[in-house]
């Protein structure tokens, strides 16, 4: 028989996460507080949608969700009308949204009050990703519950790994986007450097890539950069949303993230530019505009 699965949220990464698991043989109920999406999958892939939360989630083995920020998953998730209450004893809430560690924890908690089991599991990979099922799933939580949701997940995953306890993925997270806005940065002042210096900036990168400068950013975005085209992926808002979760959390633990605070006032000047909607690889809009004169 096919397990039953719930999928709440189908945004830019659950659209395509949730077609995964149909395609993979999944029974899906999917919901979205915007329907006319739901009926958009629907026309995309096999499986149901459901008309509120408690009857999406209502005999689902496992509850997928993958919203925008802690607000929206205690809207969905949490309270009287959320999916916790309403999922069966015994079920499983796996978490895809990037939120703080403090909420993940708060979900597992309660999640254990009423017998369900929990894992946060933020992924890295982008639209692109989650189209291709190419995502990296960093998970926090119970050895039980990751194992029983494993298989699932690993519908659109090409990495998966339990890090540790509840909160642990979304500590894992925070140490992926602080790493992405460095390299992020170094390229864009690289490609303004090389252009700049009356290099061609292609053939800069064509050349360095194949050496110890390489990485996925330089693979995958220094010509949309070049072409001033930022329609490409994770937003900047979404990106300032992750890096404020890393600086909060660097202050409980002592960390010192001086680069990451430098990145994430040159992501609130992208903003200031008009680059809100912008992918995160608009850094280099910063030098095209001028704003990186001090």
Not at 80 to 86: D, H, K, S, T
Not at 172 to 201: H, T
């Amino acid at each position: 028989m096919q397990k039953s699965v719930a999928f709440l949220g189908l945004g830019v990464m659950g659209f395509p996460m949730a077609g995964w698991l149909s395609k993979c043989g999944y029974a899906v109920t999917v919901y979205n507080r915007t329907e006319s999406v739901s009926q958009r999958w629907l026309n995309h892939y096999s499986g149901n949608a459901a008309n509120t939360v408690a009857e999406a989630v209502a005999s689902a083995e496992i509850v997928f969700s993958c919203l925008g920020n802690d607000d929206d998953i205690r809207a969905v998730v949490g309270g009287e009308a959320g999916a916790l209450v309403a999922m069966k004893s015994g079920s499983i809430l796996v978490d895809h949204t990037t939120t703080s560690a403090l909420l993940a924890r708060e979900l597992a908690e309660q999640a254990q009050a009423l017998a369900i089991g929990f894992v946060d599991a933020p992924v890295s990979g982008g639209q692109q990703g989650a189209e291709n099922g190419q995502l990296t799933v960093m998970c926090g939580g119970q050895q039980t519950d990751f194992d029983a949701a494993r298989q699932a997940i690993q519908s659109y995953a090409k990495s998966l790994k339990l890090m540790g306890d509840a909160g642990s993925g979304q500590l894992c997270k925070m140490v992926n986007q602080i790493c992405i806005a460095g390299v992020i940065q170094g390229l864009a002042e690289g490609l303004n450097f090389a252009k700049r210096a009356g290099l061609d900036a292609q053939q800069v990168v064509e050349v360095i890539s194949k050496g110890a400068a390489q990485s996925w950013q330089m693979e995958n975005r220094y010509q949309t950069m070049l072409a001033n085209d930022y329609d490409h992926g994770f937003a900047v808002q979404w990106m300032r949303k992750d890096l404020a979760f890393a600086l909060d959390e660097a202050k409980v633990n002592g960390s010192d993230l001086p680069l990451t605070q430098l990145v994430d006032s040159f992501y609130a000047e992208v903003q200031c530019i008009g680059g809100n909607r912008w992918d995160t690889s608009s850094l280099l809009a910063r030098f095209e505009h001028g704003v990186d004169k001090r």
